[in-house]
């Protein structure tokens, strides 16, 4: 079975740092870009970070209101993408979702697997 | 940044009922253009792709179409388990970017 598990959620204070992980199963990690999503509670879907794979050169596309705040990494050996939070705000709070992009030859036609999600909840 | 402007925003529908919902796009994006389906406390569900191809594992009862910056998705015949939120996306140009959601509820 196909399947993505997050991880890593949890409450934390202004300004500091957490560290989502996604762990892939039931297909070739390492033949997918991967990408990041959040959504607020009682709000919609807001697209965070992008990871290519590494045919592509593991290059990294973000939203504008995390980046240099977030980074997006993979570790193909374990089946693992990251998202490294730093500098959170209250505004970061929502539900991250870990999804797999459908692509071909590095055109990309939407997220065909997502994960459950887990939670950050940022507040003082 | 591509706009996705989804209309209407909620809808209230019967079982068996036919159903469109709208896509616009701020500017033309070919037929890059995904649907998603999402019921409370779930992970949303790939339904269309390409604009109209669909998803495997997605009842034909979905289909979507469009090109350029107008885009519908159709349930031609509503079932109990339709009743949630559809969100459409533009995924091929960064930023990755959603419309606002579409409601759909029962009558």
């Given at each position: 079975e196909v399947q993505l598990v997050e991880s890593g959620g949890g409450s934390v204070q202004p300004g500091r740092s957490l560290r989502l992980s996604c762990t892939g199963s039931g297909?070739?990690?390492?033949d997918y870009a991967m990408s990041w999503f959040r959504q607020a509670p009682g709000k919609g879907l807001e697209w965070v970070a992008f990871i290519r794979s590494k045919a592509y050169g593991e290059s990294t596309e973000y939203a504008a209101s995390v980046k240099g705040r977030f980074t997006i990494s993979r570790d193909d050996s374990k089946t693992i993408a990251y998202l490294q939070m730093n500098?959170?705000?209250?505004?970061?709070t929502a539900l991250y979702y870990c999804t797999r992009v459908k692509a071909t030859r590095g055109d990309y036609y939407g997220m065909d697997v997502w994960g459950q999600g887990t939670t950050v909840t940022v507040s003082s | 940044d591509i706009q996705m402007t989804q209309s209407p925003s909620s809808v209230s529908a019967s079982v068996g009922d036919r159903v469109t919902i709208t896509c616009r796009a701020s500017?033309?994006?070919?037929?890059?253009l995904a649907w998603y389906q999402q019921k409370p406390k779930k992970a949303p569900k790939l339904?269309?792709?390409?604009?109209?191809s669909l998803q495997s594992?997605?009842?034909?009862?979905f289909s979507g179409s469009g090109s350029g910056t107008d885009f519908t998705l159709t349930i031609s015949s509503l079932q109990p388990e339709d009743f949630a939120t559809y969100y459409c996306q533009q995924?091929?140009?960064?930023p990755l970017t959603f419309g606002g959601g579409t409601k759909l509820e029962i009558k």
């Open positions: 297909f070739t990690f390492g500098s959170l705000k209250t505004e970061d | 500017q033309r994006i070919s037929n890059w339904l269309i792709y390409a604009a109209s594992g997605v009842p034909s009862r995924p091929n140009s960064f």
